[in-house]
């Protein structure tokens, strides 16, 4: 039986989540209407810098609980490097009708299964985009931080032949939690599946037997909201899709960053995992130096390392971020539990948490 007070902690983290209004930022963003089918009742926002080339890339954004599209394009720097890069980006918005908190419902049968709800409307928006724009489709990107990051997974469990990479921040891997309670479980470590049924579970979330998307994992040490085992979970969901060993092929350390790779038999690394060394829960960024591009705010976390332009580099969007100080490192880094807080209230604290989570409506 779990303990009271881990259940408590962990809800109470979730509770203190801010406001959206305080990243909300310059809004660069357009609203696209009529895209098709939208049973998930979904907003959509696009970017197009002011100079693309022919069949442009296109990376579909998926924001965070509390969060909007525009404050979190503002946070993470996605459309500033859109335009240095030339892609265009999709931002799937949330609403309050369907979620009071803004979050990606990840944990609803009806969201997040094939052509249903949530997943449907982001399906529809990417098809609208690809036609009105002449987007690339075969340069197709998603990726989302928290429970964004885990709407993210759905995507790429779901829809795997639209997506030629994907990226996941503080999330948690595909068809793990069915309602509240699972929802929670799943959030702290607790009743992860092993690879196997990891695998299986995205493998019977389509018809797709073809090659499987690249994906790009993030996690901080310290994160106390999403516990990094999901991290792992992740990792070895993909490295099951993919039929990739346990062991990574490469491990190394810059900074406070360490960065696991994983090869598939092409030679191409197909899987990637960035561990950020004390980093709690949020999108890392870098607000100075070279990777500057992003703005520090709530789950938006200055650790000097640029998680957007790192992802765009590995999906082969945008140039590699130059490196200093590698070294190589055979350290597994863990996630550093909370500390329990006291709690008055129970029945009450539990609920108002659960909603300020998204976990419950």
Request: glycine share 14%; no cysteine; net charge negative.
């Given at each position: 039986m779990r303990r009271l007070s881990d259940t408590l902690s962990r809800i109470a983290t979730a509770r203190s989540m801010p406001s959206a209004s305080a990243q909300s930022g310059v809004d660069r963003l357009e609203d696209i209407t009529g895209f098709g089918r939208n049973p998930g009742n979904l907003r959509a926002r696009v970017y197009v810098p002011a100079t693309i080339g022919p069949r442009p890339p296109l990376v579909v954004v998926l924001h965070g609980c509390t969060q909007t599209a525009a404050g979190y394009d503002n946070g993470s720097g996605w459309s500033r490097l859109a335009d240095e890069a030339g892609f265009v980006l999709l931002f799937p918005e949330q609403q309050r009708a369907n979620n009071p908190n803004l979050c990606f419902n990840w944990f609803a049968a009806e969201d997040v299964s094939r052509d249903h709800g949530e997943a449907a409307s982001i399906r529809e928006m990417i098809a609208a985009v690809v036609d009105r724009l002449d987007v690339d489709p075969a340069r197709i990107f998603v990726n989302g931080l928290s429970a964004g990051g885990a709407m993210?997974?759905?995507m790429l469990a779901?829809?795997?032949?639209?997506?030629?990479?994907g990226a996941v921040i503080a999330g948690l891997p595909y068809g793990t939690a069915s309602g509240v309670v699972q929802a929670l479980d799943r959030m702290r470590g607790h009743g992860l599946p092993d690879a196997a049924t990891l695998g299986t579970l995205a493998r019977d979330a389509s018809t797709h037997h073809d090659r499987w998307p690249t994906l790009s994992v993030w996690h901080g040490t310290a994160?106390?909201?999403?516990?990094?085992?999901?991290?792992?979970?992740?990792?070895?969901?993909?490295?099951?899709?993919?039929?990739?060993?346990?062991?990574?092929d490469v491990t190394t350390t810059t900074g406070n960053d360490t960065h696991r790779q994983w090869r598939d038999a092409t030679g191409r690394v197909a899987v990637e995992d960035h561990?950020?060394?004390?980093?709690?829960?949020?999108?890392?960024?870098?607000?100075d130096?070279?990777?500057a591009?992003?703005?520090?705010?709530?789950?938006?976390?200055?650790?000097?390392?640029?998680?957007?332009r790192r992802i765009a580099a590995f999906w082969g969007i945008a140039p590699v971020v130059a490196q200093a100080g590698v070294q190589r490192s055979a350290q597994r880094l863990h996630a550093i539990p909370a500390a329990p807080k006291a709690v008055a209230g129970v029945t009450a604290v539990i609920n108002d948490a659960l909603r300020a989570a998204g976990l419950l409506r």
């Open positions: 993210a997974a759905v779901t829809y795997p032949e639209v997506f030629a990479g994160d106390a909201t999403v516990d990094a085992d999901n991290a792992e979970a992740m990792l070895a969901q993909w490295r099951d899709l993919h039929g990739l060993a346990a062991a990574a561990r950020i060394a004390g980093m709690g829960h949020g999108t890392p960024i870098a607000v130096g070279q990777e591009g992003g703005t520090a705010g709530p789950f938006m976390l200055d650790v000097g390392v640029s998680s957007t």
